[in-house]
């Protein structure tokens, strides 16, 4: 089975205000392509930094990632930039929606980064707004729409450019059971129908335990509860 | 329209909804406007006055003047005349003659002889066989003189006569009284060539040529021409060499007006610097957004720098119709009178030149430009993972 994600050794240590805080030295952590990964565990262990490193938005300060068979410290900002618009998606807990732009505009973002022209972005963005069930709210402000929406929107932008990766952040954390609901079955629908790689962090047991494998985080490493074993 | 305008243009748009931003940007545009305002309108001021002088430069001193490159006096000065009237635009071929004399009021004897330069009239006005002298107001004061009186001029030079030698003197009538000017010298004398000639003693030839073209912009094309045609051992020089020294002091003046001046653009630049900055922390979670949907460093470099370029551009447009209307109606309406008795003016000039303007607009542009250029690089340089984490 080809591996779609690989981390090796990575070490990562926030160095801000205060003494520098150590949130993992050694981890390691492979999952094949096609696989819709469940990460638990409790606040403040690294789950959200072990999205950020996958995903290339943080570098670790050890350790190696390859994503789709590329070792993301090896490529330029640049084209780290370009390979991220091309083949990751990101969804937030909080939705990250650009506020000052309406929901088919944040969809649009990703191809316009790409280059894709503006009315060309826009009207694929709307096409994926009614593939998430939002095709009346394409016009609407960010803030206009309900936490479920927004999150929806936040799925659909992180889709936008057809990525083979998709790497989400507690996307149900801050929505209601009945929104978070709507939100893991279209995140899980989108998974199958695009056969995508998914890594999935939340704090939701029943969401996780429908996953293809689950992984526990915690101070001591991560855990396969199924397949791989990882150790920090 | 690429994503890194649309987004600046947006955030642009978007800050009249944030008070503090929506402040800081009204006064970083608002101080830029002012700054452009008060560099057109000061170098408008400067360039009424200038324009003058320069009027008067072109009016009163020779607009082409070919002389001996070695020694005093031209070796052929008809060929010299020649040549010059040769020139396609030339109105006026006149020897140039100088000299030193005393003046005196011949219908006043107890007024006091003043020491002076004459030289023959370059501006052509006063015609062969006239006769008469232009003296400058100062001159006309000390002799008690006005135009129609007689003025003697005893020259430096002296004649044999059978009581010994004796100044040569002569009394021509006064023509023009001059109202003081930049470029009047307090003792300087306009006459006639014939006079020039007599009181030089010089009955042919000269010291040099000078010729009036009916273009003055257009002569250092008919000095080069003429200094083809004439080869070398010869002196050719324009109305602005001849005025090498005021035209430097007057350039010299706007320069430094520019630049004390464009203080203000720098001090609106500084708020320019801290309304991006403030942008670039309020937006750091965007920032980590656009991050991790591939936007390159250099992108969001360009989302400050546009934001720069957008608020200079407003500021920049602003100070420019405030200043230019401002000058034009203070020029078409001489909402700026003056004692005419003193300065020789009804009211102060203004006059805007579209080169100024395009100098203004072009350093307030790239100064707004410059002051993106810090807080924009430090998006540039932001941690994506952590302007995400720390925006929770």
Known sequence: ?232 | MRFETSVALRYLAASRRRAHVALIAGISVAGLAVGVAALVVSLALLSGFQDRIRRQMMDRTAHLRVSAERGAKLADPERVRAALEAVPGVTQVSPAIEGRAWASNPADPSAIPVPLRYRSAASGRLGAGTGGARITGAIAARLHLGAGDGIRLASSRSRLSPIGPLPVTAVVPVDEVRRGSALDKPGEIEVSVETARLLSDTPAGAAAYEARLADPESAAFAASGVARALGGGYRVETWRELNGPLAFALRLEKSVIFLTVALVILVAALNIVSNIALTVVEKKRDLGVFTAMGAAPRSLLRIYLTLGAAIGAIGTLGGLLFGIGLSLALERFRLVPLPSDVYLLSHVPFAVHPAEVAVIAAFAFATALGAAVLPARAAARLAPGEAIRLSR
């Open chain 1, 1 to 232: 089975m080809t591996l779609a994600i690989r981390a090796e050794g990575l070490a990562k240590t926030y160095t801000g205000e205060g003494a520098p805080v150590k949130v993992f030295g050694d981890l390691s952590f492979e999952l094949p392509e096609g696989v819709l990964a469940a990460v638990m565990g409790p606040s403040g262990v690294g789950k959200s930094t072990l999205l950020h490193l996958l995903g290339g938005i943080d570098r670790p300060d050890g350790g190696r990632v390859e994503v789709l068979g590329t070792a993301l410290e090896e490529l330029s900002p640049r084209e780290r930039a370009r390979f991220r618009n091309a083949h990751i998606g990101f969804v937030f807990q909080f939705h990250h929606l650009l506020p000052e732009f309406t929901a088919e505009e944040n969809v649009a973002f990703p191809h316009r980064i790409a280059g894709v022209p503006e009315g060309e972005a826009l009207r694929r963005a709307r096409e994926l707004l009614a593939r998430v069930g939002l095709a009346e709210r394409g016009g609407h402000g960010a803030r206009a729409l309900s936490g479920g929406e927004q999150q929806r929107v936040a799925l659909a932008r992180a889709l936008a450019r057809g990525p083979r990766v998709l790497l989400a952040d507690e996307p149900t954390g801050n929505l209601d059971a009945a929104s978070s609901q709507v939100v893991f079955d279209l995140l899980r629908e989108l998974h199958r129908e695009r056969g995508m790689t998914t890594v999935v962090v939340t704090h939701n047991p029943d969401l996780a335990s429908r996953c293809d494998r689950l992984f526990t985080m915690s101070r001591e490493g991560i855990t396969a509860a199924t397949g791989l074993s990882e150790r920090r």
